[in-house]
């Protein structure tokens, strides 16, 4: 926000380079979108996802189980490696939202644990 009465920084040139170019489209603020705000959260390490998802109270056992529901194949297998043997995990990344669904979470629900889990 950029107030006339602003006297320091960056305000007074943009507000003087806007008056001087009165023909430049400016955009209306669009708040970003909840998958691009999933896109810009950190990646969890192994550990803080389980200790997550243990604190939500769904165990390492749990995942597992619901991972083995899968129909067999390339899909199922490629998984259950994810799971094993990632060391990062990212918001946004298909296992975080398969194992959601099959646990019956939402994408709000992923969120607040994932945020959660981050300073874990």
Same mark, same amino acid.
């Given at each position: 926000m950029s107030r006339r009465s602003d006297t320091f920084g960056l305000n007074v040139t943009i507000r003087k380079w806007l008056e001087e170019n009165p023909k430049f489209p400016i955009q209306p603020y669009t708040p970003p979108t909840p998958e691009e705000l999933r896109e810009a959260v950190p990646s969890l390490t192994a550990r803080q996802l389980r200790l997550g998802l243990v604190n939500k109270g769904i165990t390492p056992s749990q995942v597992v189980a619901a991972l083995e529901l899968l129909p067999s194949g390339r899909a199922k297998d490629t998984a259950l490696i994810e799971w094993e043997y990632a060391t990062t995990f990212q918001r946004?990344?298909? /296992?975080? %939202? @398969?194992? +959601? %669904?099959? /646990? +019956? @979470?939402t994408g709000e629900q992923i969120d607040k644990m994932w945020n959660s889990a981050l300073s874990l």
């Open positions: 946004t990344h298909a /296992l975080v %939202a @398969l194992i +959601g %669904a099959v /646990l +019956g @979470l």
